[in-house]
């Protein structure tokens, strides 16, 4: 339960270091700002156009009776809006960060140069860096989509719908935000798709410690935009510490030509795999009613 609050701190600690640098406050407002009115005009148009989906969707409640054609309609209309309301929570730290490419990139090299040790660079020209962004974030919104439509036929059973599904929801909606905000860090040090799943995974209360309340948060539009420059500092921050608890230890020698899965070799000098005293191995003797005697004198 540690790592739950621990995640948190960096959630805290992130908009604490964007409050201390202004300028990189400033420059990631902007992205955040665009996609702001994008998305809300998209959930306008939702909000008008619903009524109308649900109806064409649901012919054959045409000829129900009242009340029970406008409860089980207006339900469904409730029920799509949520669920949109949930894939615009999660595209749009995606679309954002697209948006912003260059500028989170940039805050989040600041936050690893201000914390010091390496500040790992990718190496890859812009239009490849969106290019993996965008990919990668759509396969993460399709992961959420079926998420989504499973969690969304969840709400339709008794009690668990009510209770058990939202806190689901949200916990799908947090580890997915932490992946896309990880992603600009993660990213840098050429880490894939594949490999950073695995690595919140591997820390999973972590993950959602910094995921969930920003999930939270971000169901308000404007706090989302105020703060996202914060979350992309906290997560660069989060994966220092992934990267750090994920480094190996190097692998102890063995003699050349032995089987990777056997014992190291205890005699082994570090670094050659070889014995620095040959000396103290003995032949092995020859087995018994094989060998030969010695000529004698």
Partial sequence: MRDLGAGFGYLVKGQGWVGRHGRWFGIGLLPGLITLVLYAGALVGLAYGADDLVSWATPFAADWSSPWQGLFRGFLTALLWVFGLFLAVITFTAVTLLVGQPFYESL???????????????????????????RDSLRIVIRVALYGVLLFALGFVPVVGQTVVPVLGFCVTGFFLAEELTAVALQRRRVELKERLALLRGRRLLTLGFGVPLALAFLVPFVAVLLMPGAVAGATLLVRELTEDGEEEEPEPRAPGQHPYAAPDPHAHPGTGQDPYPSRHVPPTAPYGTGKDEARS
């Fill in 108 to 134: 989040s090299e600041a936050v690893d140069r201000a914390e010091g040790g390496e500040v790992p660079r990718s190496g890859l020209p812009l239009w490849r860096e969106l290019w993996i962004s965008a």
